[in-house]
Nanobody, 116 residues
Framework: QVQLVESGGGLVQAGGSLRLSCAAS????????MGWYRQAPGKQRELVAS???????NYVDSVKGRFTISRDNAKNTAYLQMSSLKPEDTAVYYC??????????WGQGTQVTVSS
């Protein structure tokens, strides 16, 4: 059973930085696409950033230039480096794993709160 465990959330002032981590168990990490989603209260969950198994990245426009997604296949871990944080970045952030032939997997979420 593959599990995803997020960490690194917290409370930060506007303009600050946080780094989220997503540790995956199992042996399929290197062939998985990884994504970070977020869901703010009263809003739909949205894809923030994704990275393919070969390292191609995509970002939602609102975080381009501020967030960086990366992965370390040796550690089975994906990261989301968040800088220049804004109050509108406040949300629960979820890690997502997509491997060929398997159902997508989700972490439990980590709260990010940005104060103004």
């Amino acid at each position: 059973q593959v599990q995803l465990v997020e960490s690194g959330g917290g409370l930060v002032q506007a303009g600050g930085s946080l780094r989220l981590s997503c540790a995956a168990s199992g042996s399929i990490f290197s062939i998985s696409a990884m994504g970070w989603y977020r869901q703010a209260p009263g809003k739909q969950r949205e894809l923030v950033a994704s990275i393919s198994h070969i390292g191609n990245t995509n970002y939602v426009d609102s975080v381009k230039g501020r967030f960086t997604i990366s992965r370390d296949n040796a550690k089975n871990t994906a990261y989301l480096q968040m800088s220049s944080l804004k109050p509108e970045d406040t949300a629960v952030y979820y890690c997502n794993q997509n491997a060929p032939g398997l159902l997508p997997r989700w972490g439990q979420g980590t709260q990010v709160t940005v104060s103004s």
